[in-house]
């Protein structure tokens, strides 16, 4: 079974509701792998796992705090779902502290366990993407992950270099699915703080009741059912970047005291008798308009222009033209080379498809499309770059110019028309014309 986002191990002993729970995971669109004991599970996990493991914990050979123990020690991002009778509450809650992402009581509605594995996929995500553009960054030699010729990505990364040498807070403001993790990652990466922790927390999955010990921490014996003190994740990412993504997610109580975390710059842990002081560049991120949630009552005034020191907007996808299909090239490049399928070939109906389609999730969505059009789960015979063996870059450059080669073929030559089609200005098509030496004569009829 191919190891994608949607990805759920299910570990469970009891058969009758391990079958039950697994048609209703699979029914909510989950890709599904299930065990009746804990060590065959985990067997299966690796470090590269994408996605979320659900277990019980009361189990013979291994239980599921054991398990949750092992699968931290292989990666402590990989989100745990815990599920307990009504006499393991006391110990879930404990788990909780010890790291465990959610628990749900027997019996639970299968609504409300779609809803938890859905948070921890999408933190789960979060965490390999921002693995994913490290390792870019230390391969690229200062190339931006973030990809596009249109004016506005021009513009974007002209604009993160500059504040990332500010060394200052940044409000960085978009649609669900721009990139704007990327770009907290690019102002970490390019600045003073590179080298340094980049610690992510996603707002919108951060349990209420739980807020305030991941974020602030807390002393040893100040929290029931631990006596250990927990280092939370605001004094974690101090020296480095602390990324606050969905913060317009976050609940009053919560904002109110990161206001003053961030205006005194020191937290206090729950239980604590003093503050401690952090050295924090905080990057926060949201998908609305915060000037317009503060208007709203749904967001704190002082946090918002606390917050909006530097802002920066990234564009949506229907804003940025023809990187729809240098993106696109990109990504079912990058599918091709993982599950080592076979060359596809472009085609009207997948052309008219990037080209017309308003990519409302943008390019979480486009990425989704390409994974499909290899898995083979779109119009058939339609990907992208022939020439088995050329490196990404020549099959991406390859692609725009057969893509810009169509365009005019189809409008006889007209440049005019041509432009709509690719939906790009005219200087940038002027400039890939060039670029890839393509002779505008030859498609002119008449």
Known sequence: MFDSGNSVIFVEDDDQLRRATVQAL??????????????????????????????DIRMPKMDGLQLLGHVRTLDADIPVILVTGHGDVTMAVSALHDGAFDFLIKPFAADHLTASVTRALERRQLVIDNRRLRAAAADSDGDSPLIGDSAPMVSLRATIRQLAQADVDVLVEGETGTGKELVALMLHRLGPRRGRPFVAVDCAALPEALAETELFGHAADSVAHTRLSRTGRIAASSGGTLLLDEIDSMSPAVQAKLLRVLEEREVLPLGADRPQSVDLRVVATSKRN?????????????????????????????????????????????YRERLDAAEITLNDVLRRKLQEHDWPGNVRELRNFALETVLGLKCSDEAVLPQPGADLPTRVTLFEAKAIEDALRASSGSVARALTILGIPRKTFYDKVARHGIDLGAFRKG
Not at 31 to 36: D, G, I, L, M
Not at 46 to 53: L, S
Not at 303 to 328: H, I, M, Q, S, T
Request: proline share 4%; net charge negative; glycine share 6%.
């Open 26 to 55: 699979e029914l909510a669109g989950f890709a599904v792998r299930s065990f009746s004991n804990a060590p065959d599970a985990l067997d299966a996990i690796t470090q590269d796992f994408a996605g979320v493991v659900v277990s």
């Open 290 to 334: 915060l000037a317009e949630a503060v208007a709203d009552g749904a967001f704190r005034a002082d946090l918002f222009y606390r917050l909006n020191v530097l802002r920066l907007r990234v564009p949506p996808l229907r804003e940025r033209g023809g990187d729809v299909l240098a993106l696109f090239a990109t990504f079912v490049e990058e």
